[in-house]
């Protein structure tokens, strides 16, 4: 071990994986020792029964909160630390969702005794990123905030005793909560398995706030590390990859991602990207249960467009497997489940969530929102009909 980094056990719950070096002033993952449980390394790290530390490093700098997280520059300055990943090591990489977490070489330190699922968790973090004062010099460090992942502000917070995440929108619309509380109304329309958020007011901020869907003995292998567990031949199409590599361990992926494709289309969702959606599987016996249900579709609806434009600019392009709507939807193998009177129903009842926001009303963002979708459907029906 080199004198400037610290040994910790890489863990998953009671496993010890393998022994990591990070660096003691940034946090950051400079080498990996001996691997003692090749099967609880993080899916990704290893292809063809060999582990690859450079996709461990990844995997661990993947999980800090990414530097471009609104207002985290600040967070880091008022805490006077380097980097993301050295918060994540005084959090001991732990998360809420997934199992694994570091231990100190030497330390007795067991799963049960740090684990978020079962255990209380410090605010100070979650504070902190949305802009509150914390007494610095009795920071608690123990918090997921440390390991949650994109852009908007966000927090875990024990809500009735159940773990829930809060996250912000994007100024000067705030429209992501709203979204994400419209889109699961959809998501049931059409029959989907899905996250159900509501808005609160959180600090004088409309914020969404879900409940974890990883318990205590479930996990999250978000899609990009699932593309990364077998090799990607050249010229196989990320979609194809995606499928196969869920087959291998016994999943059937393509309904769940007829279905997200479809809501995506008809909500214009231009950011699924690779980490918000996904595989659960059991923490224990490594086994995978079934994609995840949807979640994180608040980057839709023109959340980001002024009203005059919501129904010509909102979702120009798309994710994960195409730039292009025409592209993507062809990937859709079976659209004989969709109902549209029910989903038509269904988008008029997640209308009147926006109707109901003053703001919206006021600038006509809620019609121009009602036109969208409208307008959106209607060009899902013609395709449906072209087949």
């Not at 967070?75 to 809420?96: A, H, P, Y």
């Not at 995978?288 to 919501?310: K, N, Q, R």
Request: charged share 25%; net charge negative; hydrophobic share 40%.
């Amino acid at each position: 071990m080199r004198h400037d980094c610290m040994l910790f056990e890489l863990m998953h719950g009671d496993v010890t994986v393998a022994s990591i070096d990070l660096e003691y002033v940034t946090g950051v993952m400079v080498h990996m020792g001996s691997v003692y449980d090749v099967a609880h390394m993080p899916v990704g790290t290893v292809i063809d029964d060999i582990v690859r530390p450079e996709r461990l490093q990844r995997w661990w700098s993947s999980r800090a909160i990414p530097m471009s997280r609104s207002g985290i520059k600040h967070v880091l300055e008022k805490l006077d630390i380097s980097n993301t990943e050295l918060l994540l090591r005084k959090s001991l990489g732990l998360s809420l969702s997934d199992h694994y977490w570091i231990r100190p070489v030497g330390s007795d330190l067991e799963w049960s005794e740090v684990n978020f699922f079962d255990n209380p968790f410090s605010d100070d973090v979650g504070d902190l990123l949305f802009g509150r004062e914390v007494w610095t010099g009795s920071m608690d460090f123990s918090s997921p905030d440390s390991a949650s992942d994109g852009m908007l502000t966000k927090r875990w917070k024990i809500m009735d005793g159940r773990r829930c995440l809060i996250k912000s929108g994007t100024k000067p619309y705030m429209q992501e909560p709203f979204n994400e509380v419209a889109a699961g109304i959809i998501a049931d329309s059409l029959g989907m398995d899905h996250v159900d958020y509501s808005v609160i007011d959180y600090g004088g901020t409309p914020c969404s706030v879900c409940e974890d869907f990883v318990t205590a003995d479930t996990e999250l292998v978000p899609a990009y590390q699932v593309m990364r567990s077998e090799v990607h031949d050249a010229g196989v199409p990320d979609y194809d990859h995606y499928v196969s590599c869920c087959a291998r361990h016994g999943i059937d992926a393509v309904p769940a991602l007829d279905r997200m494709m479809v809501l995506d289309y008809v909500i214009a969702n231009g950011d699924r990207h690779l980490n918000n959606f996904g595989i659960i599987r059991d923490a224990h016996s490594l086994e995978w249960v079934s994609p995840a249900p949807v979640y994180d579709s608040g980057s839709s609806m023109g959340f980001d467009c002024w009203e005059g434009s919501i129904v010509a600019d909102a979702g120009k392009g798309c994710k994960p497997f195409s730039e292009h709507w025409s592209e993507q939807m062809r990937l859709v193998r079976d659209v004989g489940w969709i109902d549209f009177d029910a989903l038509r129903e269904g988008v008029d009842r997640a209308c009147e969530v926006f109707s109901k926001v003053e703001m919206f009303r006021r600038t006509g963002r809620d019609a121009a929102i009602v036109d969208l979708l409208g307008s959106r459907i209607d060009g899902l029906e013609a395709r449906v009909a072209r087949r």
